[in-house]
């Protein structure tokens, strides 16, 4: 086992002659083996070792009892020891966060602050790795999540990855070295444990070497992965430029989508695969997308970025009777509406052939009429149109932006009867038989 441990380490560049690597030594089975591999690493490499223990405080005289444990045993080996205490219950109500979470958190801040000019080896072995792996598949993941927990990341280091924990107990039992068992790892509350007690004992019924094979598979995943990443890094170096991307139509949709998580990621914004789908399909086909906030995906179908955009404020809804003559609900618009008595239709157009404006049978119009700008939902049966249509889809089609937010509406009381730039309702059109019309026109003030 040690020979394998030492050509992994070796094979990652994990430990140097003359580094410092501080074991997170938590009294369990794993970390206490990491802690005697590293002292005999130490042998051939020529590497300080010192130990960290953080107590998380969860569980009363168990949590003190390993704390004892830890220390106990680097005195025995000689091996400077640390511990830290961190209240994890009160940092995860605070932070809206699982235990399980919190604890993570908090280790890893306790692994930062006391590693400086050090590197800090976890004892995360080959079956945390299959577990991490089967949690992300769960949970939804791209290839980066089935490449399982990196052996190097920063100066954390992970020399056990390869390692069963059959072989880390094992390894112990013939060290004839002692552990102590966190009480927790025994239920199936966290998350990760239900994948420890139920799923991977089901695989081993499969495969009584889903383990050892594991290893394997998972390395070749991280390879290809590794590969990816490269070339993504390459492209990203040389086709961004601040929150711009040029140029990336002719690359592999998968080196498009890691640019833009990479460029998502820097600007701490959130994303999913279903969010990564559609900005890269607005880059290569143009468009825009809201990310979070007012930041928007903006692309031409050349160049995409990150584009800030103030959302509008919320338009205040105004409706008031419509009265004959001069009305306004906007300022710098005036609706005229007039009442006229005829009998021919192409009479009045023929006078006012000049002018824009709309006519309205006023004997159809039913109950009151009211004046009133745009709401959300509107919906309008055109005159000259056998189905009724979605205004916002009109607007989309007929009236430019600027125009937009200043548009008069009529209703009476079965629904809308005029919009303007768009026209009349069909039940409310003039025919052969009208004789009182009304008369609607817009002009600017």
């Known amino acids: 086992m040690i020979n394998k441990i030492f050509s992994f380490v070796k094979k990652h560049n994990m430990i140097n002659k003359g580094d410092t690597v501080i074991c997170g030594l938590s009294g369990g089975a794993d970390s206490v083996c990491l802690l005697l591999v590293l002292c005999e690493l130490s042998s051939k490499i020529e590497f300080t070792v010192k130990a960290l223990h953080v107590n998380h405080c969860l569980r009363g005289a168990e949590s003190e009892r390993d704390e004892k444990f830890c220390c106990d045993l680097c005195e025995r080996l000689d091996i400077p020891f640390t511990a830290v205490s961190c209240n994890v219950k009160e940092f995860a109500e605070k932070n809206s966060l699982s235990v399980e979470e919190s604890a993570r958190k908090l280790r890893y801040s306790v692994f930062r602050e006391n590693s400086e000019n050090g590197k800090i080896a976890t004892a995360h072995n080959a079956n945390d790795n299959l577990e991490t792996v089967i949690l992300n598949l769960a949970r939804g993941s791209a290839i980066k999540g089935f490449a399982g927990i990196p052996p190097v990341r920063g100066n954390i280091i992970r020399p056990l990855l390869t390692v069963s924990r059959k072989e880390i107990e094992k390894y112990l039992a013939d060290k004839g070295q002692n552990y102590v068992t966190d009480s927790t790892n025994l239920s199936d509350d966290y998350t990760r444990n239900k994948i420890r007690h139920k799923i991977l004992p089901v695989l081993e019924e499969i495969n009584p070497s889903v383990i050892e094979t594991s290893v394997n598979s998972i390395d070749a995943v991280r390879s290809e992965n590794s590969l990816i990443e490269f070339q993504t890094d390459d492209v990203y170096r040389r086709f961004r430029k601040g929150n711009t991307l040029c140029g990336l139509n002719n690359f592999h949709e998968v080196i498009r989508k890691r640019c833009i998580s990479k460029l998502l990621s820097e600007n701490s914004l959130p994303y ?85 404006f709309y006519l309205l049978d006023y004997d159809k119009i039913i109950g009151g009429v009211v004046l009133r700008n745009r709401r959300y939902g509107d919906k309008i049966k055109l005159s000259g149109r056998n189905f009724t249509s979605s205004v916002k889809k009109l607007i989309n089609e007929k009236i430019p932006p600027g125009l937009r937010d200043e548009i008069h509406f009529i209703e009476d009381e079965k629904g809308t009867i005029f919009a ?6 069909e039940r409310v059109a003039p025919d052969c038989n009208t004789r009182k019309f009304l008369k609607i026109s817009v002009r600017n003030k």
């Not at 105004?318 to 009305?327: A, D, Q, T």
């Not at 303007?420 to 309702?425: H, K, N, T």
């Open 272 to 356: 999913s695969h279903k969010r990564l789908e559609e900005t890269d399909s607005i880059l290569v086909n143009g468009g825009k997308i809201n990310i979070s906030g007012d930041t928007f995906f903006v692309s031409d179908g050349k160049i995409a970025r990150l584009e800030k955009i103030p959302h509008k404020k919320k338009q205040e809804l105004v409706s008031v009777e419509l009265k004959i003559g001069e009305n306004m609900i906007f300022h710098d618009k005036i609706l005229f509406s007039e009442i006229i008595l005829c009998d021919d239709l192409q009479k009045i157009q023929s006078v006012h052939r000049n002018l824009t």
């Open 420 to 425: 303007e730039y768009l026209g009349i309702a």
